[in-house]
């Protein structure tokens, strides 16, 4: 089964950001990528995985007393 790969674009909208952000990831190599001929391509799994590490977990609620 192929996976479809997405383009810079796609991979943007993908993230909700702008072309720019993607292409600043690519450069300081903090995502995943593929390099075909002079494009660039995006697996939509590696693109979760990045957001899942951009995850920042709530802190349990504290119940202050009077």
Not at 49 to 63: D, G, K, M, Y
Request: net charge positive; with cysteine.
């Amino acid at each position: 089964m192929r996976r479809e790969l997405l383009d810079t674009e796609q991979a943007a909208a993908h993230l909700g950001r702008d072309i720019n952000f993607v292409r600043r990831l690519v450069q300081h190599r903090e995502i995943n990528f593929y390099r075909v001929g002079r494009r660039l391509r995006f697996d939509p799994i590696d693109l979760n995985a990045f957001l899942a590490s951009c995850r920042v977990e709530a802190l349990p609620s504290r119940r202050f007393s009077r």
